[in-house]
């Protein structure tokens, strides 16, 4: 399994990290913390040295009721940290975490390399046509709604199953539109319950059946501190319970605010296969 990224094949046999950067106010563990270029940079530094093959770049929190922010004002906070990450670390592969066309659009041709949608093509009907234009890998991720109405859609009769087919639905839709590379993100926490979140996570080797790359994005996410009794903060330990069991399930991808936790994790796990 390899993706291309500006030229760059990246060999996914051995499990890759994508390192999390918000540039929002308001995400759900580290909103705000980066407010200024210069904390953006020593951030980005710190992921790339921890080993984080991808930078993840999100303008927008998608945590659960989230505000509403308008293109212009995601644009605003996207670019110029584009720009900044391209400049300082031109080897850097960044990829942009929107739901928007017209922003990935924008933030490509500024230097990124990957779209991340959460809404996997939904929100906007000119995303699979946009991204197999300008020919980048897309992670495409299961979810129902928005981020301000997803938590009242959980609704299943088979969570593994529906999240199957609609994967295989948007696989096909994607594919006529020429996108060629797709990773495929089950949307932990993203309209669903702790308990649909678990059973995912259990079945994650289930979706290897549809021969694309999987992501694992658990980090710190509710299903760990709410499970734990604790918080976001105090959540690093059950992630990386939680990457190893991704990892043995066949995820491809590990999401993660804690880079050097992750690669331990797959250096261990490498070493386990053995």
Known sequence: MTLNCNGQLIDLNTPKVMGILNVTPDSFYDGGRFKDEKSVLNQVEKLLKEGATFIDIGAYSSRPG?????????????????NAVVNNFPESLISIDSFRS?????AIESGAAIVN???GGQQDPLMFETVGALGVPYIMMHMRGTPQTMQ????YSNVVKEVYTYFSKRIELAKTQQIKDIILDLGFGFSKTLE??????????????LNLPILAGVSRKSMIYKTLNTTADQALNGSTALHMVALQKGAKLL???DVKEAMECIKLHKALQK
């Open 117 to 119: 949608d959460i809404s």
């Open 66 to 82: 989230a505000d509403f922010v308008s293109e212009e004002e995601e644009l605003k906070r996207l670019i110029p940290i584009v």
């Open 255 to 257: 999401r993660v605010h």
């Open 196 to 209: 649909q979140n678990f059973e995912l996570l259990g079945m994650l080797d289930y979706y290897k059946n």
């Open 152 to 155: 009242k859609m959980t609704d």
């Open 102 to 106: 017209g922003v990935i659009k924008t």
